[in-house]
């Protein structure tokens, strides 16, 4: 039996004219989850990831904290889902930038709407694939993981892709699955134990390397 670990990119730029990059906290987060994994002696047969920037960003900060220099195998299958296209495909009009709390909670209003839309086939937002398409492009990453590895592997991804995985393993509704989404935190884990047959769920959106006083304002969810 192997262990999968899924994490969630460290804080990227919300609000920000490029959101693909993380932040400078987005930045200590992956770098302090590697050091985690370092102290705790984890190793992994495997690594894949997405191909957005923020990806490969969490994996250079997890690989320099915990001393790895593994070449991640990078999976399109695990790239986020377009959130400014979901949402224009039900309210085209321009949004303010969300700077305020109202505007925030609006934004995400307007986005868990689109999603249930789009997960449920009555909108096809532009640029974006099929909702069935998205979920086998992540259900091809974890079959990948089962048919070839049998220790530790790590997956970088976002937090769609990861709520889908769960949504996946424990058959979630597509409501469940976007409230999954909307809770996973940044640089989360997710741990599934896995066989050749199959993922269970061993743990979900934990933050064991920031389990400590001076890192309380270090969670974030954007």
Same mark, same amino acid.
């Given at each position: 039996m192997g262990t999968l670990y899924l994490v969630r990119h460290g804080q990227a730029s919300f609000g920000a004219a490029d959101y693909d990059n993380l932040s400078a906290l987005g930045q200590r987060q992956s770098l302090r989850l590697g050091e985690y994994f370092g102290a705790k002696g984890l190793q992994f047969d495997a690594v894949l990831t997405g191909t957005l920037k923020r990806h490969?960003?969490?994996w250079a900060g997890i690989a320099q904290g915990a001393g790895l220099s593994l070449e991640p195998l990078q999976w399109p299958g695990l790239n986020e889902y377009d959130s400014e296209a979901v949402i224009k495909a039900i309210h085209p *009009?321009? +949004?303010?930038? &969300?700077?305020?709390?109202? +505007?925030?909670?609006?934004?995400?209003?307007?986005? @868990?709407d689109g999603l249930t839309q789009w997960m449920n086939g009555v909108v096809s937002p532009q640029g974006m694939p099929s909702y069935d398409?998205?979920?086998?492009?992540?259900?091809?990453? +974890?079959?990948? %993981? @089962?048919?070839?590895? #049998?220790?530790? %592997?790590?997956?970088?991804?976002?937090?769609?892709?990861i709520a889908t995985a769960v949504g996946h393993v424990l058959g979630t509704s597509p409501e #469940? #699955?976007?409230? +999954?989404? *909307?809770?996973?935190?940044?640089?989360?884990? #997710?741990?599934?134990?896995?066989? &050749?047959? @199959?993922?269970t769920l061993m743990t979900y959106n934990t933050l064991p390397h920031?389990?400590?006083p001076e890192y309380a304002d270090w969670v974030t969810f954007a």
């Amino acid at each position: 039996m192997g262990t999968l670990y899924l994490v969630r990119h460290g804080q990227a730029s919300f609000g920000a004219a490029d959101y693909d990059n993380l932040s400078a906290l987005g930045q200590r987060q992956s770098l302090r989850l590697g050091e985690y994994f370092g102290a705790k002696g984890l190793q992994f047969d495997a690594v894949l990831t997405g191909t957005l920037k923020r990806h490969a960003q969490t994996w250079a900060g997890i690989a320099q904290g915990a001393g790895l220099s593994l070449e991640p195998l990078q999976w399109p299958g695990l790239n986020e889902y377009d959130s400014e296209a979901v949402i224009k495909a039900i309210h085209p *009009m321009p +949004l303010a930038k &969300p700077d305020t709390p109202e +505007l925030y909670r609006h934004h995400f209003r307007l986005l @868990r709407d689109g999603l249930t839309q789009w997960m449920n086939g009555v909108v096809s937002p532009q640029g974006m694939p099929s909702y069935d398409d998205f979920v086998h492009g992540i259900n091809s990453a +974890l079959e990948h %993981v @089962r048919k070839h590895h #049998t220790g530790n %592997v790590l997956i970088v991804s976002s937090g769609g892709p990861i709520a889908t995985a769960v949504g996946h393993v424990l058959g979630t509704s597509p409501e #469940t #699955t976007i409230e +999954l989404n *909307m809770r996973i935190r940044n640089s989360a884990v #997710t741990e599934f134990a896995f066989t &050749p047959k @199959r993922h269970t769920l061993m743990t979900y959106n934990t933050l064991p390397h920031l389990d400590a006083p001076e890192y309380a304002d270090w969670v974030t969810f954007a």
